[in-house]
């Protein structure tokens, strides 16, 4: 890994982009979170329309160097700035994933394989959900192809760039929202979470990224098919209280019987818990020393704040790595199937990217063993809740090492190489996918090139009210870091 940041330093240089680029200024939307802009504009302290003007200059300002937007919105988000929508955030500017349909809009899913997108007649079913908060919607955000891969690069097209340092991945699969929210685009945007794409980018960008409780929200359309249902939605934000405010928000337009409810969360837990630590993944990858020594510091700072630090080892087999690398597998090799049906007028699965395709003949070669891991695969469930027969919170790495650097995982690296790096990267997150469970990545330290680390908390099914609480408390105790002007010296 460290062989190939400094190659790739070699290689990218001359490039036409800034090497760290955010929009944080004067202007009207200054360094707030989402919750400030309401109360601004409650206030007519500032209008509708500027804050969206603002946004807009913003996006334009930031995308030449990030690539995060695959499609804007901006007329239509003049047009209606001044229109009262109702809902908490009325008239705060955001962004959606460019894999879930917004009426007006076609729907890209990262993919050159979709030669003609369908334009939606209408919000998707989460969309819908997520718009009655009275959001402005400035366009759709790029992701890597649906979805597959940690990182935004395609062969033939722009990769979406870190802001904090432009030579390397800003993440994925939600890279787009996460580059622009880092940025200073908007404070808030959509991403949705299948294997840790809220979580990665957030951890590779400084924000705060919830995967929610399976079934917190309405299920967007596509996710019902699924056999195991994988794929949450929720946002990326830059402060505790915007990702809070939005849950609680959510659950007064649709609440699930079957849940806790989140309710408010703004200040720490009352009760001090017990906090379980893991620092390798179950797969047996080791987690980088400088990625361990920024975890071990958060573990004595809660500790500090009276919580119960204990290290623990998982319930899981390895094979567990193998059997999700399958199903993703399964996932890829059904693309052109949906696609006839539910993603696009046209698919031409030659156009697929070489990750996407060595998937899917993955998932060929070895067909005979997917009953198997999808059996084991919805047992995660039960497993899981044993975690918590001995602790409130498990906290990890979000990613065993500082993020990539652009190329390391390419989707045109050859497929067991880059298997082997996405297995020793993105290890810790795909457990709360498949277990259905709720889990968050908090920005708690920089790497020596100037990068965000992120920290991985994990909570027992419906508990994300306990993981926002924590949120509160590390994040008012230790503010997150600002992407500074310059890359530090090495």
Not at 240 to 259: C, G, I, Q, S, W
Request: aromatic fraction near 8%.
């Amino acid at each position: 890994f460290k062989q190939f940041q400094i190659q790739s330093k070699v290689n990218e240089t001359n490039q036409n982009h800034l090497t760290r680029i955010h929009a944080f200024s004067d202007d009207c939307l200054a360094e707030h979170d989402a919750v400030a802009l309401v109360r601004l504009i409650q206030t007519q302290e500032l209008s509708r329309k500027e804050v969206i003007e603002a946004a807009i200059a913003r996006i334009e300002k930031l995308d030449s160097h990030l690539n995060g937007l695959a499609i804007d919105n901006f007329q239509k988000a003049l047009d209606s700035a001044e229109t009262v929508n109702g809902g908490f955030f009325d008239g705060v500017p955001t962004l959606i994933k460019d894999n879930l349909p917004l009426a007006g809009l076609p729907t890209g899913y990262g993919s050159e394989a979709i030669v003609d997108p369908i334009v939606a007649d209408e919000n998707d079913a989460y969309v819908k959900q997520f718009m009655e908060l009275g959001f402005n919607a400035l366009g759709k955000t790029r992701l890597s192809e649906f979805g597959l891969n940690a990182t935004t690069e395609p062969p033939d097209g722009k990769p979406v760039r870190n802001p904090w340092h432009t030579e390397y991945s800003s993440g994925a699969s939600s890279s787009g929202s996460a580059a622009l929210v880092a940025g200073g685009a908007v404070p808030i945007a959509h991403g949705n979470d299948g294997g840790g794409s809220i979580r990665i980018p957030a951890a590779c960008c400084g924000l705060v990224g919830l995967k929610p409780s399976r079934g917190r929200h309405i299920v967007s359309e596509l996710v019902k098919s699924l056999p195991v249902a994988v794929v949450s939605d929720g946002v990326l934000t830059r402060t505790v209280r915007d990702t809070a405010v939005f849950h609680a928000e959510m659950e007064k337009v649709y609440k699930n019987p079957k849940l806790p409810e989140i309710g408010f969360v703004e200040s720490p837990p009352k009760k001090r818990l017990r906090i379980g630590l893991q620092l390798d993944s179950i797969g047996g990858y080791q987690t980088q020393l400088e990625v361990k020594e920024v975890i071990t510091k958060t573990a004595a700072l809660m500790e500090e704040m009276g919580h119960a630090i204990e290290e623990v080892q998982t319930p899981f087999e390895a094979r567990f790595t193998d059997d999700f690398i399958l199903y993703w597998s399964f996932l890829a090799f059904m693309i052109p199937v949906i696609g006839k049906s539910k993603v696009a007028k046209t698919l031409d699965a030659s156009k697929l990217e070489p990750f996407t395709m060595s998937l899917s003949r993955n998932l060929k070669r070895n067909f005979h063993k997917l009953p198997g891991s999808l059996y084991r695969l919805r047992g995660t469930y039960h497993t899981y809740k044993k975690i918590f027969d001995s602790c409130d919170v498990l906290l990890t790495p979000v990613l065993a090492q500082p993020p990539a650097p652009l190329g390391y995982i390419r989707p045109d690296v050859p497929f067991d190489e880059l298997i082997e790096r996405l297995k020793s990267y993105a290890c810790f997150t795909p457990l709360a996918n498949v277990s259905g469970a709720p889990a968050i990545s908090l920005p708690v330290g920089i790497s020596a090139a100037g990068l965000p680390i992120g920290a991985h908390f994990f909570g027992n099914h419906g508990d994300e009210k306990t993981l926002l609480e924590l949120a509160c408390e590390i994040e008012e105790a230790q503010p997150w870091p600002a992407i500074p002007e310059k890359i530090p010296a090495n």
